[in-house]
């Protein structure tokens, strides 16, 4: 197995690529940590290529802003808040059977940060508006650019949260020290 995209044979890329393998043959929940331009989603999709179950779904948490990001990541009921016509499946649920790839997680807000870690802990998601729960079978990728140890020292990450997430961490050199 090749980890396509992923370019380079210095020993780090070559450890990495190791592990991408290992990760195939399992479906724990990854930390990917790196700077800006490492290739932490290429690492993502790899893992996933891996062991294509399902779809792929990146979720840009950066991009999570406004009165919206709830209904984006767990969806929403029709009639549960103005506008909502209908019924929308959030980005969770569409990556159920599948790959959720949480980018730039160290951005998701705290409110979403105990909502997101309430479907880790119970594999269940409550769309906006609605009392039923729903069933999800999602495999949890996440990357960031931040320490999380240090944003949870500083009160901006949940402690728990980081727990969950940091069960199989990989950390992705610069590309400064990179050929």
Same mark, same amino acid.
């Given at each position: 197995m090749t980890a396509i995209g992923l370019v380079g044979r210095a020993p780090a890329i070559l450890q990495i690529r190791?592990? $991408?393998? %290992? !990760?195939? !043959?399992? /479906?724990?929940?990854? !930390? $990917?940590?790196?700077?800006?331009?490492?290739? %932490?989603? $290429?690492v993502a999709r790899s893992i996933y290529n891996a062991d294509p179950r399902g779809h792929f779904?990146?979720?840009?948490c950066a991009a999570l802003v406004g009165t919206m990001m709830e209904s984006e990541l #767990?969806?929403?009921? +029709?009639?549960a808040f103005t506008g909502a016509t209908e019924n929308k499946r959030g980005l969770i649920e569409l990556a159920n059977g599948g790959t959720a790839f #949480?980018?730039?997680i160290g951005e998701l807000p705290v409110e979403l940060q105990a909502k997101l870690l309430r479907v880790l802990q119970e594999r269940e998601l409550r769309p906006l508006g609605s009392l039923q729960r729903i069933p999800v079978d999602v495999r949890v990728i996440a990357a960031t650019n931040r320490n999380l140890q240090r944003e949870v020292a500083a009160g +901006? #990450? +949940?402690?728990? !949260? #980081?727990?969950?997430l940091n069960?199989? /961490?990989l950390t992705l050199p610069p590309l400064r020290e990179r050929r």
């Open positions: 190791a592990q $991408i393998e %290992k !990760l195939a !043959l399992r /479906r724990a929940t990854v !930390l $990917i940590q790196g700077e800006s331009g490492t290739g %932490k989603e $290429i779904v990146p979720i840009d #767990f969806g929403h009921v +029709r009639g #949480f980018d730039e +901006r #990450f +949940r402690e728990d !949260l #980081f727990h969950r069960v199989v /961490r």
